[in-house]
């Protein structure tokens, strides 16, 4: 059961580090790369398979747009999810405003495409038709540019699915000091495990310490479910219908999601 009880700390957007454009590409993969294996080695959004299919069954087609794929996320298993419990073999395409070059190469062996060119999850291109995704993505945004981000995939008629595993809570906040040992006892999961890699997190510590500051703005960013609640109720017209809740898989933490999808 959601607990919708107003968050007592306020939202503050700082910086993370992977928003700016000057951060070198070098770094940024540091970060969307290690995400990656987290996501994918933890299984921590296999919840998301069941609320996919819902939005997939009212799509014009089998297509996942994903959108701040970063590192490329955890959609390439859960599209192994939605083959094996939902016969839905979904064709997944990932897109970034930062394209991870190294990440595109190791999609394509994962059955997903990985677009080369940048694409704004604010400024979503014509031609990219189907039903978008965006995964601990939603809070990078402004809540006026998170609605924009939404009411355009409503505008396109096309589904939308949102999912946060940060939270604006203390818990999830003081959480986030676990988050250097982690990417400590993670980072030779990560492939390739290159020197420069090695380097920036055994030696000079670079990577945990941007991982730990991002993973805590992150959390300090997320938009609360009664907040998405409200922010969808504007969004309200006849012909698509929205739903903010959690999802749990056995053995995980919950998620929340933002659901979008048109109803004729």
Do not use: C
């Amino acid at each position: 059961m959601m607990d919708d009880t107003p968050s007592l700390l306020p939202r503050l957007h700082l910086f993370e580090f992977t928003d700016q454009t000057w951060v070198p590409d070098a770094l940024r993969d540091l970060t969307t790369d290690y995400l990656h294996t987290i996501s994918t080695r933890l299984g921590i959004f296999d919840a998301a398979a069941e609320i996919l299919a819902r939005g997939l069954n009212a799509a014009q087609g089998p297509d996942l747009v994903d959108l701040a794929s970063g590192g490329r996320g955890p959609l390439p298993r859960l599209r192994q999810l939605l083959a094996e419990k939902h016969g839905i073999d979904a064709r997944v395409v990932l897109t970034d405003k930062f394209p991870n070059a190294q990440a595109a190469e190791r999609a394509r062996a994962e059955g997903a495409q990985y677009l080369e060119r940048s694409v704004d999850a604010l400024q979503v291109p014509a031609d990219l038709r189907g039903m978008r995704t965006l995964f601990n993505a939603l809070h990078h945004f402004r809540p006026d540019e998170a609605r924009a981000v939404l009411e355009d995939a409503q505008a396109r008629g096309v589904p939308i699915a949102a999912f946060e595993t940060v939270r604006r809570t203390p818990p999830a906040i003081l959480s986030m000091l676990l988050v250097p040992l982690l990417v400590l006892l993670f980072t030779p999961m990560v492939k390739p495990l290159t020197p420069l890699r090695l380097l920036l997190t055994y030696v000079v510590p670079v990577a945990p310490l941007i991982i730990f500051w991002d993973g805590l703005v992150s959390a300090l960013r997320a938009h609360q479910p009664e907040e998405l609640r409200r922010m969808t109720e504007t969004l309200a017209r006849e012909g698509y219908t929205w739903e903010v809740g959690e999802a749990k898989a056995p053995g995980k933490a919950a998620i929340t999601y933002v659901l979008g999808r048109p109803t004729r």
